[in-house]
């Protein structure tokens, strides 16, 4: 069994809060404070090679999900 994992990492000073999506697929986001323009989200996304589409359709359902703001 093969494990990976996702890192956000952030710069002294910057505010970064994990948003939990409700999906089973290899994602993560974060919201990004920025201090003057609002909020940016980043997302990171893995799709394996052996997976047809599934995973996508899982990323599909997470970003159309109940936690949007």
């Known amino acids: 069994m093969e494990v990976g994992f996702f890192l956000v990492a952030t710069k002294k000073g910057i505010v970064a809060d994990e948003v939990v999506l409700d999906t089973s697929g290899e994602m993560v986001c974060s919201r990004v404070v920025m201090?003057?323009?609002g909020s940016m989200y980043v997302c990171a996304f893995y799709?394996?090679?052996s997976d047809a589409l599934d995973?996508?359709?899982a990323l599909q359902r997470a970003l159309e999900g109940p936690n949007q703001e």
């Open 35 to 37: 201090a003057k323009s």
């Open 47 to 49: 799709k394996p090679p």
């Open 55 to 57: 995973s996508l359709d």
